[in-house]
């Protein structure tokens, strides 16, 4: 047993309003720069519909994931190292910005300086790819709401392997809200995928991370996420993605997006597990059985013997004391509510979610008077208008059952609480008939209904001994990295000097050149490296190329059937 | 949980159920639920909680008279409540007996006059009386059980496929009170809703599946498109719910049933559900109103620093809904009659006369304020009384009876009567709430437009208001917008001040969503030219002060206020008898018949110095709400220590609101919300008329005072207090009419109760005395629209839905480039499926919208979610961001009302009679425009201009 920690996160789907509050504040906080406009590391999806990019989830196309070789071990769907370094120079499969979407803005200036003239001034879209006047045909979050969905509903992924005909008849509407970000797989393919090492996992807290220095923008790891969720900066020439908000939840805050949610949807907690067991999941043969060989690969906190050896490998006590605190083991390994997000991708993904329920399709309840009645629910549930299956392609790999289960759940949970609300004698057999405890049953009702802050957010600081090897918590100046502030400013020689500044600086510098710049789209700062796009192919640039292996190691690691070994 | 939506929105995916009735009919569902409800748990078997609950809380045991219908003799119509004035010996010599309503007792079967009416409301004898405690009185529901043979009634209805008028004949168990033939409002609502009882005269519905009888779940179901079954077990749900749960369902609704023409009657029939089933008054049950309709908690001293009413009173506050309707010239374009929507055979109030004929009445009988109020200065006016040596009302009411001075409603084309200056406050008028938005750029902005409609005929023109052959273009002198960004307004504007966001002053905030108050607080100071509205407004007022020493000086001014709620105003029409002055019906009164004439002196040089000071008319006479007048003296003394004491000029000796936080804090020390003196001082004001326990709601607060800072270093939780009908003591949430209900506290209507029946003349016309069934209104038969799902070469016709968007506040974050980036970019219209298939439009084609009153270019979104005949173009959507010109006029498009314009339901317009009387944002004509269709086509060339 190897016990390792695992910050996750749980989104209750069921109370999604779709208001995008979470798109808005990460993007402020994160993505609001030259060469990322395109990007959305926390977007939310109307289903059915494309997502974004467009079809990310047809893996026959995109190659993201994972697959089991002839052994029966995982290997990337795209290749492995070896297809990769000898193909390392044409393009890798990845969606267009086209399939994202080409970003713009406006010319709000006109409003503001238009001389008098005949017709109002009126500020119209420019691409900010192009600088140029544009008809805008695709966004970040086109088919918001069904929009669109005589045009495009049938492009949806899943459609092709749901079961029963799903038809875009106005009696037949269902919809709901998947907001997503990067999934800190515990079996990143993006990190498999990177020829140069630069996506890494935290080994404190399992935060999947680009390690701006040592990133070449291959942009193998684009293609290796089956989520779409690692995204070329076309200014850096370097991959980015999500950061679990690393700089606050070092310090025990949540994520910007759990910590703006306005439906209050989101969970943080830690998971433990056993880093040992994750190749085994992995490598389950039945994708249906993927769910439940990976919550197998979870620790009970509570367990004497995972409690010793999580000391043993350096877990801090008050980290364990907060997994057993976690939300998110409650509602994955004792309500087994949540869900995983494509687990055939085999990625191990961290970011798990509760199906919604929805309106039922036709009156079914017409012989009760109670809507509570529980009796009456579960034949609801057995008609809701978001099909089984297709929440079963989402979350389990078709499987109806555990999709079934948590629905039903959640169905008895009201039934069961109405009788407390209104003052009468529980009744036990409704959480028994879901298999569940009446004192279970309540207190997933205080977690999921109530859901105060306290105990959505369980979020243990990291610790100062191992600050050191954290990214935010410095221990030394922050600001005394090379090329930064305390170092007398920018590298002598020009765009391929200097290192990557501390992702909390370059904010604090984004921030700074945004509120003095006097364009919005192009900031005049020159402390961007090596890219791609100004490179004139002549020399190598330090940092251009991934360093030669030195290490002898590299060729036991090749396998020519795309293994490769999990990390971490 | 049921969400009842036209369309697959984003609330029905939380829902248990989906009704998807069609747009406007959300009142016939009601209806037949209400027809579920009567029968199952009041008729069928008697629920003790909800019967307990209509005796005590609603007028349901009231007695009305009925009157011989004209048309056909032996049959009835309602007709007013009996009061104690039609009784005989002491019960009429009381005071105010024309408004003390009465019930019968069930055990002596005798008349009573219960405690609570509004007779008890005003005057002395009602002291200590105003409660709902019935004592020993057992009311009767119904009439049942006397000896007269029971009556049939004549009802209205109006559900004709086209509207129109119809009746139905339905019977009623009657007594004989005082000589007089009455029923109860029970009885009658029993009838409206066509629940029979044995052994009564009419027609009714043979059952649930009768379709042809309203109001039955088969009637509604071929008007809403909802199953019979459905209804009527949803409807059996909500009930058994209300049961089971003593109170606890709840209806939430939004702007999509608010803003339809009948609007009231759709209210009126969610009301009936949530009253009869015992739950208005009960924490998590009742009407969760439109949140539109904001709840500033710490109102009294909002009140009177916003309206002034510390140095002058009264303020001059007017409905916008007749402003606009008037001075945007939208009254020319009404090419109908007041009477085409009254009941059947009952239009007498209204025959001939157009609805700016009926503003002008309401005005002048002083139902509803109106401004500019005369065809002369009321400085003037008030000049030329001093010089005749009269006083200022007397000469008034003298030059209006001779003609010589007319009412500025009575002829709004009229040069004298334009507005000249308006200043608009962080309030997108012409890029959100302008219904008739062309209307308003042609005649008030005397711009281009797109107003296609014609003018009334000849013949159906106005007839006590001036019909100037001339419509005026560009009445406005001046349009000022304070404003943050560059809106549909600011571009029009003449002058724009650029204004500081919320995050850049202070200021405070309270809503009717939370329990608290709390505060702004600038993270910045105002960036480059921008001001706070507070510094903004200073300056103006100090400018305009030192300008008016050599223009204005000192006047007497003149202000003609409407009758009001909540005062003794309210008992100026008793039983709803309208009595027009200038038709001969009585005399012009001030107070009674026509506004009050009440004379203001200004001294325009010393307004930046009053705005600056609390004045001393909040010692003498303190300030009031909702009828409770709150003493101040003990708050004004601390806020001249806490704010400090204006030295100099007009506020001298004065406590200071020189600055925004000394408002804030003046705002806090005089509200009951935020200060737990005030409270328990105003519900002992308030027992002393209920002669019931209220003070104690407050009491746990009294020593707490809610200063500023308390607010900036937290969100703070208010104070139980009077200003409002909810009790929050001990920790609860607000719930609206709990006082009322758990403290026997009057609601404050005539009958003290929550009105089902309604006997006001203009009600009685309309055929809206009961709940009722109006559809939206036939927009082909008034103005000649196409008929919806009509398709010809403009395209097809549908109906125009402009619900709120989901990311922005109406204008508000709609040109925000993320908010953007997350949509469509631009400006756009929902359709189904099967309409974008009728006329050729694909998903982001580019469409015109056109309708008589404007044009509207947009990309289209077609989506099955949407239902057939309807589309949806989001609220707001200003014509700054990415409009091209159309093809129909070739100038830019519109914004979603340049398709709507304002009509005004004469109902709206009733006032000095009870609940119906004028108070601000309380009562007053509706802006509607949910009833509009449009044409919407492909553009020809997709290749737009800008």
Known sequence: MRVMAQMAMVMNLDKCIGCHTCSVTCKQAWTNRTGVEYVWFNNVETRPGQGYPRRYEDQDTWKGGWKLNKRGRPALKAGGRFKKLITIFSNPVL????????????????????????????????????????????????????GGSAATSEQDVLLSEVSQKITFEFEQTFMFYLPRICEHCLNPSCAASCPSGAIYKRTEDGIVLVDQDRCRGWRMCVTGCPYKKVYFNHRTGKAEKCTFCFPRVEVGLPTVCSETCVGRLRYLGLVLYDADQVLEAASTPDEKGLYEAQRQVFLDPSDQAVVREAERAGIPRDWIEAARRSPIHALINTYKVALPLHPEYRTLPMVWYIPPLSPVVDAVRDTGHDAEDHRNLFAAVDALRIPVDYLAQLFTAGDPAPVDTALRRLGAMRAYMRDINLGREPDASIPEAVGMGEEEMYDMYRLLALAKYEDRYVIPPAHAEQAHRLEELATECSLDYEGGPGMGGSGPFGETSGGAAP????????LRDRQTANTPAAPTDKATRVNLLNWDGKGSPPGLFPDRPTDGSSDADRDSDGEVEPKP | MVAVSPDYADNVKFADEWLAAQPGTDGALAMAMGHVILKEFFVDRTTAQFVDYARKYTDLPFLVTLDEADREPGTYTPGKFLTAADLDGEAAAAEHAEFRTVLLDAASGQPVVPNGTLGDRYGESGAGKWNLDLGDTRPLLSAEGGDETPVAVVLPRFDAPDGSAGRLRRGVPVRRVAGRLVTTVYDLLLAQYGVVREGLPGRWPAGYDDAHEPYTPA???AITGVDANRAARIAREFAANAEESGGRSMIVMGAGTNHWFHSDTIYRAFLTLTTLTGCQGVNGGGWAHYVGQEKVRPITGHSAIA????????????????YWYLHSDQFRYDPFSADTLAAAGRGGPFAGKTTADVIAQSARMGWMPSYPTFDRNPLDLADEAADAGRPVAEYIVDELKKGWLRFAGEDPDGPENFPRVLTVWRANLLGASAKGNEYFLKHLLGTDASVRATEAPPDARPKDVVWREEAPEGKLDLLLTLDFRMTSTTVFSDVVLPAATWYEKHDLSSTDMHPFVHAFNPAIAPPWQTRTDFDAFHTIAQEFSRQAAGHLGVRNDVVAAPLLHDTPDELATPHGRVRDWKAGECEPVPGRTMPKLITVERDYTAVAEKMGALGPLLDSSGATTK??????????????????TVRTGAGAGRPSIARDVHACEAILAMSGTTNGHLATQGFHTLEARTGTRLADLAAEHEGKQITFADTQAAPVPVITSPEWSGSEAGGRRYSPFTINVERLKPWHTLTGRQHFFLDHDWLSALGEQLPVYRPP???????????????GELGVTVRYLTPHNKWSIHSEYQDNLFMLSLSRGGPTIWMSTQDAAKVGVEDNDWVEAVNRNGVVAARAIVSHRMPEGTVYMHHAQDRLIDVPRTETTGRRGGIHNSLTRLLIKPSHLIGGYAQLSYAFNYLGPTGNQRDEVTLIRRRAHQDVEY
């Open chain 1, 95 to 146: 969606p267009s910005l086209d399939d994202y979407y080409e970003p713009w803005t406006y010319d709000y200036a006109t409003l503001t300086n238009a001389p008098l003239q005949e017709r109002t001034p009126v500020a119209r879209p420019k691409s900010l790819i192009t600088g140029k006047d544009m008809k805008i045909s695709w966004s970040a979050n086109w088919d918001d709401d069904l």
């Open chain 2, 307 to 322: 309206t002034a009413a510390d140095w002058n009173r009264p303020a001059r506050l007017m409905i916008q809904t007749a």
């Open chain 2, 777 to 791: 209104l036939n927009m082909s038969a008034l103005f000649d629209e196409p008929q919806i799902g009509e398709t």
């Open chain 2, 627 to 644: 009828g409770v007048t709150f003493k101040l003296e003990r708050e004004l003394e601390y806020l001249r220590h806490k704010n400090g």
């Open chain 2, 219 to 221: 009637w509604q179901a």
């Open chain 1, 503 to 510: 992702i909390a600086v370059e904010n604090f510098h984004a």
